[in-house]
């Protein structure tokens, strides 16, 4: 059973930056990364390959060019670099991960493992 711990999370200004960490207890396809904020459906945030370098990486519109999406293999740990972030992106995140393959939809029900989840808070 693979175990994913997230890390990094915490309360933000708006317009400020944090980075989310995942570290995995096993090797996989794809590691994504969702959230849920109060009251609303789970969402996909970004996703990427990690059985070797240089596979794809999906991100919702709503983070495009606000957020990074990473990899560090040695360290089997996936990285969600956010920048400019915005109130909008208050929520509990949470950690996915999948053997199989993924579409850019960032469907939750294609990930199978799933992290306790960390909180991020944006305040204006």
């Known amino acids: 059973q693979m175990r994913l711990e997230e890390s990094g999370g915490g309360s933000v200004q708006a317009g400020g930056s944090l980075t989310l960490s995942c570290a995995a207890s096993?090797?996989?396809?794809?590691i994504g990364w969702f959230r849920q904020a109060s009251g609303k459906e789970r969402e996909g945030v970004a996703a990427?390959?990690?059985?070797?370098?240089?596979?794809?990486?999906y991100y919702a519109d709503s983070v495009k060019g606000r957020c990074t999406i990473s990899q560090d293999n040695a360290k089997n740990t996936v990285y969600l670099q956010m920048d400019r972030l915005k109130p909008a992106d208050t929520a509990m995140y949470y950690c996915?991960?999948?053997?199989?393959?993924?579409?850019?939809?960032?469907?939750?029900?294609?990930?199978?493992?799933w992290g306790q989840g960390i909180l991020v808070t944006v305040s204006s």
């Open positions: 990427i390959y990690t059985d070797s370098a240089g596979g794809p990486a």
């Open positions: 996915a991960a999948t053997m199989g393959w993924v579409d850019p939809f960032l469907h939750p029900r294609q990930f199978q493992y």
């Open positions: 096993g090797g996989s396809r794809f």
